[in-house]
């Protein structure tokens, strides 16, 4: 079993930064893939970044363009997710995901949830 809490959301002005963490219980941390997702209003959860056991490979969602970056440490059971130049539509809720499977295309654990809001 893998507990997720999120932190470092909030509200931002258009161009601004934010850093997500993913805190994770337990000791398989390093077992899993991990990743991150949002969810704006209205429409579905889409994939944002992904990132390997040892972060020898990550991947992103198109819509990111060098503007995010996933890290991982393993010894502080973390995962990050560094937002750079911020836009309007980049407001969700963002979740971080953890799977055993490389896709993170059904993760088997989620977390709740921190809001982001970037204002015009």
């Known amino acids: 079993q893998v507990q997720l809490v999120e932190s470092g959301g909030g509200l931002v002005q258009t161009g601004g930064s934010l850093r997500l963490s993913c805190a994770a219980s337990?000791?398989?941390?390093?077992?899993?893939?991990m990743g991150w997702f949002r969810q704006a209003p209205g429409k579905e959860r889409e994939f944002v970044a992904g990132?390997?056991?040892?972060?020898?490979?990550?991947w992103y969602a198109g819509f990111v363009k060098g503007r995010f970056t996933i890290s991982r440490d393993n010894a502080k059971n973390t995962v990050y997710l560094q937002m750079n130049s911020l836009k309007p539509e980049d407001t969700a809720v963002y979740y971080c995901?953890?799977?055993?499977?490389?896709?993170?295309?059904?993760?088997?654990?989620w977390g709740q949830g921190t809001q982001v809001t970037v204002s015009s």
């Open positions: 995901a953890a799977d055993r499977s490389l896709g993170l295309s059904t993760p088997e654990y």
């Open positions: 337990g000791r398989t941390f390093s077992s899993y893939v």
């Open positions: 990132i390997t056991l040892s972060a020898s490979s990550k």
